[in-house]
């Protein structure tokens, strides 16, 4: 992801990442997000549950990529159903993300 300049990083520190079901902006340094369980194969429960996380930067546009450890994607396990979308939702929300609600700037 990447702010103001049309990039997209990872942020996650892990290669093998996590599942965002949901992210959204509560002010210019806060994101919250819904990440799926790490093992839904094992785990019924997985599909209808996710973690809430909200991660929370100064400065979101010089984050360096790669930083966010697992240790911070470690939120409450809540009820989550997933909603229901088609492929080109994903691009979307990274397109929402790309651009930060805007607060006394």
């Keep these: 992801m990447g702010l103001?300049?049309?990039?997209?990083?990872?942020?996650?520190?892990?290669?093998?990442?996590?599942?965002?079901?949901?992210a959204e902006w509560l002010d210019d340094t806060r994101?919250?997000?819904h990440l799926a369980?790490?093992?839904?194969?094992?785990?019924?429960?997985?599909?209808?549950?996710?973690?809430?996380?909200?991660?929370?930067?100064?400065?979101?546009?010089?984050?360096?990529?790669?930083?966010?450890p697992d240790k911070h994607l470690q939120g409450p396990r809540i009820p989550f159903p997933r909603p229901v979308h088609d492929p080109s939702d994903a691009g979307q929300l990274a397109t929402r993300l790309l651009d930060p609600p805007v607060h006394n700037r």
Excluded at 7 to 18: K, L
């Design 37 to 68: 369980p790490h093992d839904d194969d094992n785990d019924d429960a997985a599909h209808h549950e996710a973690h809430v996380v909200v991660l929370d930067r100064p400065d979101w546009t010089s984050a360096l990529g790669r930083t966010i």
């Design 4 to 22: 103001f300049n049309n990039t997209r990083r990872s942020m996650f520190a892990h290669s093998w990442g996590r599942q965002v079901i949901t």
């Design 31 to 33: 994101l919250r997000v």
